[in-house]
């Protein structure tokens, strides 16, 4: 198995695509600015001649945690006048690294600000390495980040048969889910404990069902995920998709709890605690959804749903895309994904009420041992 | 003034083109093996958990210099068991780098080998950071490659009037390309000298013109840059470009000669000298071309034309196609740029003889002094 073949395809439709209709996700990573710097300043400073290392594990094309990065390099260099900085950005191989490297030199988006690349001493690489492998040598990174990236899941463990998320799945098939999710926790940590330095840090956001039950886009209104399931069965009733296609669209993610992003740390014995790491803050936030925040403000519903529902499809819509058998011409495959999206657009400015794709993340800061 | 602003776009057609027709470029690179080892023996090894780390320098998708970086790989690991391996792998923002990223990974291509990125302990990295700028930080290169890149300039001093490359030029724009040309390669040698680590080599590979005249497309037959210039001469006569666009297709290249090359090297006050670098080893070398080769065994002309005349375009296009004027309908431009092609190869199939792009390279070992 390659790490790449493991993973799903994200779509990126050109560049800068996916950090513009990601508004939230940007507003949800800025949040972090207090736990990131709190981190950084108990991390020891690398010996002279070393790099201070950062990477930004899962980070696309790097728009969302553009900013947090520039803080980052800043709070790094007032710690040290001398001494240079690396920014490893990972992702899977197919990931828009040429959008990433023109948005931090500068060559694309805000062209006000300093790009990022051109700080002294601050060299930015990309990395095509699934962060379910090993990235960089042992012991290199002092500060390793990632925001919304660590749902996804190296192996689809079953599909979901009438469903397309693990958060509506039957109970077997849920629990199937579950186990996946926590092997693949622990392999992203067994493999970062062994990148980070001694005394280095991760600060991790990631998307987990909270203490109230709340997970993307089900914070108390209409049920995102249900709401996907029940278009796609539509589709399956009115004979416009097959029932292996309607049972294929599965997302392969899992979204944790507390206590299951908790789970082996609590355990002193367990393969993370004796590689050195232990889990010093978590907490979950809730952030609002940007385009339903703007619909109380503007009440154009017609205008909500033409925001809102292009987010939702540009990192949904491989899975629904990659479920129509590839027989059917492509042009037929693009109108059934077409009315797919047409149709919850609809039903969103039909009664835009209640939608709202909020971010419920898991926010956690974890250190490696000095010794 | 950023890096990518000032750098030539080279076009890349989707996954694997740009390897796939530049055979003759691999034959060159593979033939650096001895002169590779040679060098690569002499590098101290970093201490214990440092890594060993290897730059390629203007890698475009890596297809190249895959089978070049698999032997260094073996080499380094041979003289030292323990111990990681990096590559950084350089280009432009806009590089495909998941082609790169897919290709060491085994998604692509040759598929029966092992991936490089499977290799224990080897991890590999991309930059989008010109060459015209550092790329990683102080002292962390162990051995530098970099296989016909550095014949681009940083900036076009000027356009050439009446012709299309400087080999071509009048002597005043000649003269002007000469000294961007070395204003450029005094600047390349000294942020790859801030790279190195002491005791660390460079093994370069430059397109040049050698002592006999030779030059890229120049070994005796047709001249290739005179036969671009020929054709893009004959649209401006049959009216189909303007002057201004005759003039702006201007290769932003120079190929310099051996004692160019050497120059900084010979001055032992030069800032390269300066900056510990020596030249060990300079020669030439010509790279037959493997389409004219293959034409001598076929015989079909017309066959020759069909395979020899994409490889030129793969490389030159973005110059005529961004010489014309972008007011113009795009579907216009494309036709254009396709007879100018068309022509060529229609010249080709009927006088095939004399054609032919063979690589003209010096190949250098440069080392950093230990002190």
Redesign the interface.
């Given at each position: 198995m390659?790490?790449?073949?493991a993973m799903p395809v994200i779509a990126m439709r050109g560049a800068g695509y996916y950090s513009a209709n990601t508004v939230g996700a940007k507003t949800a990573i800025d949040k972090l600015g207090d736990l990131v710097a709190a981190a950084l300043a108990k991390i020891p400073l690398p010996g002279p001649?070393l790099?201070f290392s950062i990477a930004d594990y899962g980070a696309a094309d790097g728009g969302t945690s553009l900013d947090l990065m520039r803080g980052i390099a800043a709070i790094v260099r007032a710690r040290r006048a001398e001494g240079?900085i690396?920014i490893?950005y990972t992702d899977l191989?197919?990931?828009?690294?040429?959008t990433?490297?023109?948005l931090t030199?500068?060559?694309l988006g805000d062209r006000s600000a300093q790009?990022l690349?051109d700080a002294p001493?601050l060299?930015?690489?990309?990395?095509?390495?699934s962060f379910y492998r090993?990235?960089?040598?042992?012991?290199?990174v002092s500060f390793g980040f990632s925001a919304t990236a660590m749902h996804w899941l190296s192996a689809r463990p079953c599909p979901i048969a009438d469903h397309v998320h693990a958060v509506g799945a039957a109970a077997a098939e849920k629990d199937r889910f579950k186990a996946q999710a926590m092997a693949d926790w622990q392999t992203i940590l067994l493999h970062r404990a062994r990148e980070l330095r001694p005394g280095g840090r991760l600060v991790l956001a990631n998307f987990c069902i909270d203490p109230q039950g709340r997970y993307l886009g089900n914070t108390g209104g209409a049920n995102m995920f249900d709401t996907f399931a029940r278009h796609w069965r539509d589709l399956l009733a009115a004979g416009r998709i097959t029932e292996a296609e309607y049972r294929a669209a599965t997302f392969q993610q899992f979204y944790k709890s507390v206590d299951e992003f908790a789970a082996p740390f609590r355990d002193a014995l367990s393969p993370v605690s004796q590689a050195g790491l232990r889990l010093d803050h978590v907490a979950t936030e809730v952030t609002a959804c940007p385009y339903a925040e703007a619909f109380r403000d503007h009440g154009d519903a017609r205008r909500f749903a033409a925001d809102y529902v292009p987010t939702l499809r540009s990192w949904s819509e491989t899975v629904f895309a990659g479920a129509l058998d590839p027989a059917r011409p492509a042009a037929m495959r693009a109108a059934i994904v077409d009315d797919f999206y047409g149709a919850y657009q609809a039903e969103v400015a039909r009664t835009p009420e209640g939608h709202a794709m909020d971010y419920v993340h898991c926010f956690m800061e974890i250190g490696k041992s000095l010794g």
């Open positions: 390659t790490a790449g073949a001649g790099p240079d690396t490893t191989p197919h990931n828009d690294f040429s990433l490297f023109r030199q500068g060559l790009p690349a001493g060299y930015i690489f990309g990395s095509g390495t090993q990235i960089v040598p042992d012991g290199t």
